[in-house]
């Protein structure tokens, strides 16, 4: 082993950095020179070359030579294959009191060091760990992606790792952390020889053998990536059947420390991670790989996971499950498409099999009880989709290229034969440049028919002829079939793997900035497996000319006209921000006038044209108010709104436009909370339900927010000049959790509830509007009708979880199938997927833009804790409460302001059979719970008179108004 070392010994340097490199002279220096420019100076450069056969060692003399008082050089005398080895050396050396590791393709950030050393210093930590970002450098715009980002949000410090198992199984790296020495040292901690994956081993060791660790909130490490480059790293070399090796023997013996220490709950922990994160890596690339790897890949797989605890399986989301399922069995014609779907969620792979009223992958294998539940994706609701939203998988079966021509043929799969066998089908080929600025190119699709469970096509495209690309600018070009069936069109991109693109020939092409820019098309796959095409240079002068306008486009002329470009970008980016957006929305405020008799209204932050905001948008069309209604809504386009109001769109410059100049602002939520009000403008605050669950200040979370955050927060709040209430609960849970004074409260009820109390009182009239809805949901005339309307759960960081039935809806379905049609209505943060064995039985109507015609439809309601209750009470028909996970609910971090089982208007079912019990016989409910349902109704909605909406419209908007 070679060693440079400096001049002087010098003092005991703060942090000593190990930098490896092998054949990498070229980016060397700038490693280095990331770790000289540190704002912490006492820090030390060990240079440790892996006997590289480039340049490399000769650069890190220089380097030792030009400043010897603060790097050192050391040369390995032969190459040790690996990255651990080099480390290895570099710690030996190492004489600062903290150690860190550089790869000479990355940079530390400026002041990681300084940044390292003081946490460490301030908490004693061992080791300190900060955010690593992952930089795409041929991206186009050097794409940065934080590594882990969720882990890094604020400074922790922990005692052992167990405390913090995300960080032991997700950030596996060795550079973003800086290690105490005499820690290294004691511990006798070195990474493994001669093997790949080292930093996961010598992680896992550290983070176990830490007392203190400590994180930062500090960008600290740059990990650079090119994932374009002909020579792929290490970690992209996953179709070497060693590189799976390597890792299997890395998480052997990381499990086997695991097992030594006890730590069964951190084993499975990285048992998922294995399982959703790593093995997927491979899977990934599997469709280009040929059987004989695909064998042995999953031969060592099926070694190692088998052994998995079922809670790993368990956690999986269904996609996963199938594919490590498929995988284990080596089915590989269903497997493929489930990769395809693993890395295009949204995509429909496979034709999919219905079977006793469930929808499955496919029908193999589903003879065993464990790949029928596996193979189970009833819940993914593929069966509920119309043809245009569909995300279909199209396999490319054939490239071939014909003088100018390239000759195309794929295989669009038809899950459950969407497309009816007598469809009438046309498709057309779509080739769009990705910058999607630049043009695109339309072409014919010569013959689409069925064939088994797909809808195969053929094409000729005279791309050498028709295609001309400007050619710079536009080198990638992704192609899509359209296809038309019975006038419903669906998009898809075209699914490489089945056809040898590496060796197939590139095309003839003609940029309009001459051949001299690029003379060929060659076909490439895209990161998500789909058939791409990007301009190339065959011929000499070609790649002379392409380096010549690389030269220019790199120039110091094309530099300054890329800042030009990008500072306008920046300056465009501004302009619509949400933060400029708030200035120049507080400028109209003081600009622009009020236009008076606008009103803008909102229901659900635009998400719906529903609620009381729509009962007194209609009041107001009814008596034909000369007023101008604005409606927000969100999204991407409109759905369910009245076609003779004015909309806009929520947080476009229209809609702040509307709001700065309003008469009135009404609404059921809020409208967005750094948007202040005018004192011309009314702000008419009609709620969107009585509260069980504590709201506002109530909460504990409102209550521990910044001094700074409740003040902004109740500014907010102030901005509601009237706050409708239907009873005295509202006054002493809502009024007061938003801190709502007297003077502003209108004890009125919501105008939503008008048409429930009305039924109430004619429940003989019919209503042709009902009639009309219930023949559209398709319900039996001789059927009753029960609704199903459950709140949202909350995930522990206030995300909804996703909706899941807490009763076996077969079940149900089967049991009353004579007796009732069930309407379910899902919060709208979350979506329903009903299998097809309830079809006709139970029917999702959460996409009703409105609740209140489906309380009216049904003959009775079943509701956990969603304050549909207050709202149905009025109409004094059964309620049964299906309270199965009462006691978490209401002893969560919120709590409730009442006791629901103890107040409850109706039976209080805590089991599935409890619940079914229950619905046997609604009559003998109602008579039951007749009086009880009356106290509740004169408790909780006394202001509840069906006369709001008319009453509120008589305050505000009669011709003789009076102020307010």
């Keep these: ?403 100018g021509t390239v000759l195309l043929a794929g295989a669009v799969v038809n899950p459950l034969h969407t497309v009816p066998a007598d469809a009438d089908l046309t498709a057309e080929l779509e080739l769009r440049a990705r910058r999607r600025s630049l043009r695109s190119y339309r072409f014919p699709v010569r013959t689409v028919r069925h064939e088994g469970d797909a809808l195969t096509w053929q094409a000729a495209v005279p791309l050498a002829r028709a295609f001309r690309p400007v050619g710079v600018l536009d080198e990638v070009w992704d192609i899509r079939l359209h296809l038309t069936a019975d006038g419903q069109r669906t998009t898809s991109r075209i699914t490489a793997g089945s056809v040898d693109l590496e060796n197939a020939p590139a095309l003839p092409v003609r940029p309009r900035l001459t051949r001299l820019v690029a003379d060929r098309l060659a076909p490439q796959v895209s990161a998500k497996g789909h058939l791409a095409f990007r301009l190339t240079q065959h011929s000499p002068a070609a790649q002379r000319g392409r380096a010549l306008v690389d030269r220019n486009l790199h120039g110091p002329a094309a530099r300054a006209a890329k800042r030009t470009y990008r500072g306008l970008r920046a300056v465009r980016r501004d302009l619509t921000s949400g933060t400029r957006k708030v200035q120049v929305y507080h400028r109209m405020l003081r600009l622009l006038p009020v236009r008076k008799g606008t009103v803008v209204f909102e229901s659900h932050l635009g998400k719906q044209y529903s609620d009381s905001p729509r009962a007194l948008y209609e009041e107001l069309r009814r008596r034909q108010t000369p007023v101008t209604a604005i409606w927000s809504y969100a999204g991407a386009r409109p759905t369910g709104f009245p076609a003779d109001a004015e909309l806009v769109r929520r947080w476009s410059w229209r809609y702040l436009r509307a709001l700065a100049q309003a008469e009135f602002w009404i609404d059921n939520q809020g409208f967005p909370l750094k948007l202040a009000k005018r004192p011309e403008t009314t702000y008419l605050q009609t709620w969107h339900g009585s509260a069980l669950k504590k709201m506002g200040f109530d909460q504990p979370a409102h209550r521990v927010m910044s001094e700074h955050a409740q003040l902004a927060y109740q500014q907010a709040l102030d901005r509601f000049d009237h706050f409708l209430v239907r009873g005295e609960h509202d006054v002493r849970t809502l009024a007061r959790a938003y801190r709502i004074p007297e003077h502003k409260l209108l004890r009125l009820g919501y105008p939503r509830n008008d048409a429930l109390v009305r039924a109430a009182r004619n429940p003989r009239t019919p209503d042709p509007a009902l009639r009309s809805l219930a023949e559209r949901l398709g319900i039996h005339p001789d059927r009753r009708v029960l609704l199903y309307a459950p709140t949202f759960r909350s995930r522990p960081d206030g995300r909804a979880r996703d909706f899941a039935f807490p009763f076996d809806i077969e079940a149900f379905a089967e049991r009353f199938a004579d007796q009732y049609t069930l309407l379910v209505r899902s919060h709208y943060l979350n979506r329903v997927t009903l299998p097809p064995s309830v079809t006709g039985r139970v029917i999702d109507v959460t996409g009703e833009p409105d609740i209140t015609p489906l309380l009216l439809l049904s003959d009775a309601l079943i509701t956990d804790y969603s304050s549909v209750m207050f709202d149905y009470a009025l109409l004094r028909r059964p309620m049964v409460f299906y309270a199965h996970d009462w006691e978490e609910y209401s002893r969560d971090t919120r709590g409730t302001y009442f006791d629901l089982p103890a107040e409850a208007p109706g039976p209080v079912a805590h089991t599935e059979d409890e619940l079914f019990a229950a619905l046997g016989d609604l009559r003998a409910l109602s008579t039951r719970y007749e009086a009880r349902l009356k106290e509740f109704v004169n408790r909780y909605g006394e202001y509840d008179r069906g006369d709001a909406a008319a009453r509120i419209v008589d305050r505000f908007f009669a011709p003789t108004r009076q102020a307010p």
């Design 1 to 403: 082993m070679s060693i440079v070392t400096p001049e002087s010994a010098g003092t005991e340097p703060d942090i000593s950095v190990v930098v490896i490199v092998y054949n990498d002279d070229r980016r060397l220096p700038v490693a280095v020179r990331s770790v000289l420019d540190q704002s912490l100076r006492n820090v030390e450069v060990i240079v440790v070359d892996d006997c590289s056969t480039d340049g490399s060692y000769d650069t890190a003399r220089a380097l030792a030579a030009a400043h010897p008082r603060r790097v050192r050089a050391i040369r390995l005398p032969e190459n040790s294959g690996g990255c651990g080895e080099p480390r290895n050396h570099g710690m030996a050396a190492a004489r600062g009191r903290y150690v860190m590791f550089l790869d000479s393709d990355d940079t530390l950030e400026r002041h990681a060091c300084r940044n390292l050393l003081e946490a460490a210093e301030r908490t004693g930590a061992d080791l300190v760990s900060g955010r690593c970002v992952r930089v795409h450098t041929d991206s186009r715009h050097v794409k940065r992606i934080p590594w882990y980002p969720w882990l890094y949000r604020t400074t922790t410090t922990v005692e052992s790792v167990a405390d913090l198992p995300d960080l032991f199984v997700f950030d596996t790296l060795s550079t973003n952390k800086c290690y105490r020495r005499s820690f290294l040292v004691d511990h006798g901690l070195t990474f493994p020889r001669g093997i790949h994956y080292e930093d996961l081993l010598f992680s896992a060791e550290a983070y176990l053998a830490a007392a203190r660790i400590t994180l930062i909130p500090h960008t600290v490490y740059f990990w650079n990536v090119a994932e374009k480059t002909t020579a792929k790293s290490i970690s992209n070399r996953r179709h070497e059947i060693n590189n799976f090796t390597d890792r299997l023997e890395i998480h052997r013996r990381i499990d086997a420390v695991l097992d030594r220490r006890g730590l069964g709950e951190l084993k499975l922990c990285k048992d998922i991670k294995f399982l959703k994160h790593d093995l997927v890596l491979y899977l990934r690339d599997l469709p280009f790989l040929d059987n004989d790897y695909r064998h042995r890949f999953a031969a060592l797989a099926r070694g190692y996971v088998q052994d998995f605890p079922q809670e790993a399986y368990d956690s999986l989301d269904a996609v996963h499950a199938i594919c490590a399922y498929l995988l284990m069995r080596e089915d590989w014609d269903h497997l493929m498409p489930a990769i395809d779907t693993l890395i295009n969620r949204k995509k429909i792979s496979a034709p999919l099999a219905e079977r006793d009223g469930r929808i499955y992958w496919c029908d193999r294998h589903l003879d065993d009880p464990a790949a029928r539940e596996v193979m189970d994706v009833t819940r993914l609701g593929y069966h509920g989709k119309p043809l245009e939203r569909m995300f279909l998988r199209n396999l490319l079966t054939r490239y071939a290229v014909r003088g």
